[in-house]
């Protein structure tokens, strides 16, 4: 028995610490309702708090290895707005989830995500936003440049006005370059809202559950790949395609190019305030149950709407 507790006792002591020599910068987990973050390199805890916000903020993050952030599943509450500008990552930040669906990050207190740093990579995340109350807190906000963004599910709020996630520039410095993959949105009177953006790529997004619009994009020389449309209250008040920015602004888009876009509801409403943009294969499905849906396209332009082409209706 002695010899079975002494070999044990040596064998344990020889199994190196788990976390210190990974490839993350800083490994966050969850025990019980307190939230750390362990230093990749030196397995020390760094950072605690029941509020996720607080611990993020306060990483401080290498510029070794990119500076990678890990978060392992679970249910974390965040009561601080987060910002990866607060990050110090000299190279690139990726902030990576265990599991799409498993890593779960529920903001409390109308807290959100602000991303306002280049060079980042957001993956394998679902970013909670349903309990906000404010409508003009966006649950996750990108304001970067070359910017990756994939496998991300943004929950937003079903209240008026509400916006589920936005990618932002300025007027006199566009968000561009950013890479954006399989996206799924749900909630918000709008579920997503471009605003001077340009050179970048949207694939695989899925726009579900919107109350009043699905996309108010307004930029330049973008893609755009397999765009699925499935609002929640399908009518007439609900346009699911606006091109162009605010209808009450002069803003126009040009030189976009559409590849696949798919249309749950019955009708269908797009806007367009510019008509340079291609409507590429195939240009506009319908997948719904009826036949014949209603198509409405409005055009607040003296140009004529010849760039845009419906087929492939059932």
Not at 33 to 41: D, K, L, S, V
Not at 140 to 166: D, E, K
Not at 192 to 210: D, K, P
């Amino acid at each position: 028995m002695v010899k079975i507790l002494l070999f044990l006792i040596l064998f344990v002591l020889s199994i190196p610490l788990v976390f210190a020599e990974s490839d993350y910068d800083y490994l966050i987990y969850k025990s019980g309702n307190t939230i750390y973050a362990q230093n990749g390199h030196t397995g020390v805890v760094d950072y605690q708090s029941t509020d996720l916000g607080y611990v993020l903020n306060h990483i401080n993050s290498p510029s070794n290895n990119d500076g990678l952030i890990y978060i392992k599943s679970g249910n974390y509450s965040q009561y601080t707005s987060f910002n990866l500008l607060n990050l110090t990552a000299t190279k690139k930040i990726t902030i990576q989830g265990e599991n799409l669906y498993s890593t779960r990050i529920t903001l409390l207190n109308n807290s959100n995500w602000i991303n306002s740093f280049s060079n980042t990579m957001l993956d394998r995340i679902t970013i909670d936003g349903s309990h906000i109350t404010n409508h003009n807190v966006i649950p996750l906000i990108m304001n970067s440049s070359y910017a990756n963004i994939g496998r991300i599910w943004v929950i937003g709020p079903s209240i008026s006005q509400s916006t589920s996630f936005m990618v932002e520039g300025r007027q006199a410095v566009y968000a561009n370059n950013n890479y954006f993959d399989n996206i799924i949105i749900s909630n918000g009177d709008n579920c997503f809202v471009g605003l001077y953006v340009t050179e970048s790529q949207f694939n695989n997004i899925t726009c579900q559950g919107y109350l009043q619009r699905g996309i108010l994009f307004y930029g330049d020389n973008n893609n755009f790949g397999k765009i699925d449309f499935s609002p929640l209250y399908p009518s007439s008040n609900v346009i699911d395609l606006s091109l162009g920015g605010l209808q009450t602004s002069n803003h126009t888009t040009y030189a976009n190019n559409f590849n696949e876009i798919a249309f749950t509801p019955n009708d269908i409403s797009i806007n367009i305030l510019d008509y340079s943009s291609q409507w590429n294969r195939p240009n506009v499905i319908n997948h719904g149950s009826i036949d014949s849906p209603t198509l409405n396209i409005v055009c607040n332009s003296n140009k004529t709407c010849s760039a845009l082409k419906i087929t492939n209706f059932p």
